[in-house]
């Protein structure tokens, strides 16, 4: 053999034991790796609080990781975006304040390069609550001033360069608005000559009525509890009464939001009727989802009111109302006393429901008055069960107790609502204040419901927007549902949330609430936008029906175009 042949065969050899040895030493590395990346940190940190949303959520491992192209990482059981550099993964999402958070990891989800795989890995952890922004103020002598309203300087201890007496005019104020959310508005104000009525408006719509108290000295007042989108808007305070003082207004960021609703589970009635329990829980079972639609009498003996929106709809209302108005007047031929038992008996037959009020004329004096300005009738003699008052009460009282028992008789259930709107002091029975006006809401639960034994009524008690909406109310004990008055004005179809709001507060989210009755009905869709969802709604008779001004045919026929307002057609038998 040639030595060249040698050589050839020697480095053959060379090169073979080399590629051995070099794969060997490759193997033990790979074998010897069986270890999966461990997590070492974690930011946040597990069980962590008052986390900040801004914060990123970064897990940190032991060694370089890959994440698995089909794995699902979640968030409070949603799923989340994650990425991988070298060692870290991190999680790409946006955080809420004062939430609860557990980010699951799924086993088999992540490994190293060798292929070992991590267990399942949970974090929790909580953020931190919202901070409250000090509230913005917004100078009233820099808004806009129209029809009169002036800057003046006589009052003393004002705020900025001076203050606006609106006289018969308006004040205007444009705000910019950072966030998305509720946002509570108050009113620095004096009102030196009288208690003054204006209106509240945002965005050219009405939204609250504030009656401002006599006082000669600044004080604070609420406006109401708003949702604003983020952007430009104007809040105007508008003449009802006009003549307040405004020094400046106040804006301050709500984070907790509405009372959240937890509905009374019975009526007050000891042992209702099953029929009355129906519609109770047909009313709770819908309330905040749909929105119940009603006409409202024409003085007691029709449902003219219901037969013109059929007629211009091709459907008919939900609910009719009547009004005992002439029920214990003296015996009159032309009073169709019948009358509203009568047509609620067809109108309950055709699966409708049925609300009764009553305009209780002066129980001592029968000429008909019922107005305070018609009537010295003392309300406040309902304490006294010698005075001829209070004898005169409960003698109307057993006279509308006749009528009431013919729907017991009959197993309707009725939505009964006296003593309307007693808040304003218009009618007799709130004249002398809250407290007697409550006292003969009792007196008259009291004398209905275990006198006469009357256990087909659901009560509604009506309320209003004001600060003492609540020294009005008589109690949970006494009250089923809670109805508002909105008379918002021509062609104002927006949410009244703010009104809602502010009565979902005092009763503490116990209780339903309607709209009793309006003039321009809400927009139902913006109902639903804005959280106001009325049990049920009724505006008053003739022109507010009618009239375009305030609903008329083309309102109605929007109205019955949602599937979430409830028409007579969509109504369960609740016999």
């Given at each position: 053999?040639?030595?060249?042949?040698?050589?050839?065969?020697?480095?053959?050899?060379?090169?073979?034991?080399?590629?051995?040895?070099?794969?060997?030493?490759?193997?033990?590395?790979?074998?010897?790796?069986?270890?999966?990346?461990?997590?070492?940190?974690?930011?946040?940190?597990?069980?962590?609080?008052?986390?900040?949303?801004?914060?990123?959520?970064?897990?940190?491992?032991?060694?370089?990781?890959?994440?698995?192209?089909?794995?699902v990482l979640t968030l409070n059981n949603v799923p989340v975006t994650a990425s991988v550099n070298l060692r870290n993964l991190q999680i790409s999402t946006k955080l809420a304040n004062a939430t609860d958070y557990t980010l699951l990891i799924p086993a088999n989800a992540i490994s190293d390069e060798a292929g070992n795989f991590t267990k399942s890995i949970?974090?929790?952890?909580?953020?931190?609550?919202?901070?409250?922004?000090?509230?913005?103020?917004?100078?009233?002598?820099?808004?806009?001033?129209?029809?009169?309203?002036?800057?003046?300087?006589?009052?003393?201890?004002?705020?900025?360069?001076?203050?606006?007496?609106?006289?018969?005019?308006?004040?205007?104020?444009?705000?910019?608005?950072?966030?998305?959310?509720?946002?509570?508005?108050?009113?620095?104000?004096?009102?030196t000559y009288s208690d003054k009525a204006n209106s509240i408006f945002v965005d050219n719509q009405k939204y609250a009525s504030i009656l401002f108290p006599m006082q000669s000295f600044w004080g604070s007042i609420s406006a109401g509890k708003f949702y604003f989108k983020k952007g430009l808007h104007t809040i105007a305070i508008i003449k009802d009464w006009?003549?307040?003082?405004?020094?400046?207004?106040?804006?301050?960021?709500?984070?907790?939001?509405?009372?959240?609703?937890?509905?009374?589970?019975?009526?007050?009635?000891?042992?209702?009727?099953?029929?009355?329990?129906?519609?109770?829980?047909?009313?709770?079972?819908?309330?905040?989802?749909?929105?119940?639609?009603?006409?409202?009498?024409?003085?007691?003996?029709?449902?003219?009111?219901?037969?013109?929106?059929?007629?211009?709809?091709?459907?008919?209302?939900?609910?009719?109302?009547?009004?005992?108005?002439?029920?214990?007047?003296?015996?009159?031929?032309?009073?169709?006393?019948?009358?509203?038992?009568?047509?609620?008996?067809?109108?309950?037959?055709?699966?409708?429901?049925?609300?009764?009020?009553?305009?209780?004329?002066?129980?001592?004096?029968?000429?008909?008055?019922?107005?305070?300005?018609?009537?010295?009738?003392?309300?406040?003699?309902?304490?006294?069960?010698?005075?001829?008052?209070?004898?005169?009460?409960?003698?109307?009282?057993?006279?509308?107790?006749?009528?009431?028992?013919?729907?017991?008789?009959?197993?309707?259930?009725?939505?009964?609502?006296?003593?309307?709107?007693?808040?304003?002091?218009?009618?007799?029975?709130?004249?002398?204040?809250?407290?007697?006006?409550?006292?003969?809401?009792?007196?008259?639960?009291?004398?209905?419901?275990?006198?006469?034994k009357i256990n087909n009524l659901i009560w509604v008690w009506t309320s209003d927007a004001d600060v003492s909406a609540s020294s009005w109310y008589p109690g949970d004990n006494y009250v089923d549902v809670i109805g508002m008055d909105i008379y918002a004005g021509e062609n104002q179809h927006s949410s009244q949330y703010v009104a809602f709001n502010k009565?979902?507060?005092?009763?503490?989210?116990?209780?339903?609430?309607?709209?009793?009755?309006?003039?321009?009905?809400?927009?139902?869709?913006?109902?639903?936008?804005?959280?106001?969802?009325?049990?049920?709604?009724?505006?008053?008779?003739?022109?507010?029906?009618?009239?375009?001004?305030?609903?008329?045919?083309?309102?109605?026929?929007?109205?019955?175009?949602?599937?979430?307002?409830?028409?007579?057609?969509?109504?369960?038998?609740?016999?």
């Amino acid at each position: 053999m040639k030595p060249l042949h040698y050589f050839k065969i020697a480095l053959l050899f060379v090169l073979f034991v080399t590629v051995t040895i070099g794969c060997s030493k490759s193997e033990e590395v790979d074998n010897s790796d069986k270890t999966a990346p461990s997590l070492v940190s974690s930011s946040p940190t597990n069980a962590e609080a008052n986390v900040p949303i801004a914060s990123s959520i970064v897990i940190v491992f032991s060694e370089n990781i890959i994440l698995k192209s089909n794995a699902v990482l979640t968030l409070n059981n949603v799923p989340v975006t994650a990425s991988v550099n070298l060692r870290n993964l991190q999680i790409s999402t946006k955080l809420a304040n004062a939430t609860d958070y557990t980010l699951l990891i799924p086993a088999n989800a992540i490994s190293d390069e060798a292929g070992n795989f991590t267990k399942s890995i949970t974090l929790t952890f909580k953020t931190a609550a919202a901070v409250v922004p000090v509230g913005k103020i917004f100078e009233a002598e820099n808004a806009q001033l129209t029809n009169g309203a002036a800057i003046e300087t006589t009052i003393a201890n004002f705020s900025g360069t001076g203050y606006v007496n609106t006289n018969a005019g308006d004040v205007t104020f444009s705000i910019q608005i950072d966030d998305d959310g509720y946002y509570d508005v108050d009113l620095r104000f004096a009102a030196t000559y009288s208690d003054k009525a204006n209106s509240i408006f945002v965005d050219n719509q009405k939204y609250a009525s504030i009656l401002f108290p006599m006082q000669s000295f600044w004080g604070s007042i609420s406006a109401g509890k708003f949702y604003f989108k983020k952007g430009l808007h104007t809040i105007a305070i508008i003449k009802d009464w006009g003549y307040v003082q405004i020094d400046y207004l106040k804006i301050n960021r709500d984070v907790v939001g509405p009372v959240p609703f937890a509905i009374a589970p019975a009526l007050v009635t000891p042992a209702p009727s099953s029929q009355a329990s129906k519609m109770y829980n047909f009313l709770k079972d819908n309330f905040g989802t749909k929105t119940i639609s009603a006409t409202m009498a024409n003085h007691s003996t029709n449902i003219d009111e219901a037969i013109w929106v059929n007629s211009q709809t091709g459907k008919w209302p939900a609910m009719v109302g009547f009004d005992f108005i002439d029920h214990t007047a003296p015996t009159q031929s032309w009073v169709k006393y019948d009358a509203p038992f009568e047509l609620s008996k067809d109108w309950w037959n055709n699966n409708g429901l049925v609300t009764l009020m009553w305009h209780w004329r002066d129980p001592l004096n029968k000429t008909g008055g019922f107005y305070t300005k018609d009537t010295n009738f003392d309300v406040s003699k309902i304490s006294d069960k010698s005075s001829n008052e209070y004898k005169a009460m409960i003698a109307d009282i057993d006279v509308i107790a006749v009528y009431l028992k013919q729907f017991q008789a009959a197993n309707i259930p009725v939505l009964w609502r006296p003593l309307h709107e007693a808040s304003g002091r218009w009618f007799w029975w709130g004249a002398k204040g809250a407290n007697p006006c409550k006292e003969l809401w009792i007196t008259m639960f009291d004398r209905l419901v275990n006198y006469h034994k009357i256990n087909n009524l659901i009560w509604v008690w009506t309320s209003d927007a004001d600060v003492s909406a609540s020294s009005w109310y008589p109690g949970d004990n006494y009250v089923d549902v809670i109805g508002m008055d909105i008379y918002a004005g021509e062609n104002q179809h927006s949410s009244q949330y703010v009104a809602f709001n502010k009565v979902r507060e005092f009763s503490n989210g116990k209780k339903i609430i309607a709209l009793s009755e309006c003039g321009s009905v809400p927009d139902p869709a913006l109902m639903k936008e804005y959280g106001d969802m009325w049990s049920w709604f009724m505006p008053w008779n003739a022109d507010f029906t009618r009239a375009d001004k305030y609903n008329g045919a083309t309102w109605w026929n929007k109205y019955f175009s949602y599937d979430y307002v409830i028409t007579r057609d969509k109504m369960p038998s609740l016999k």
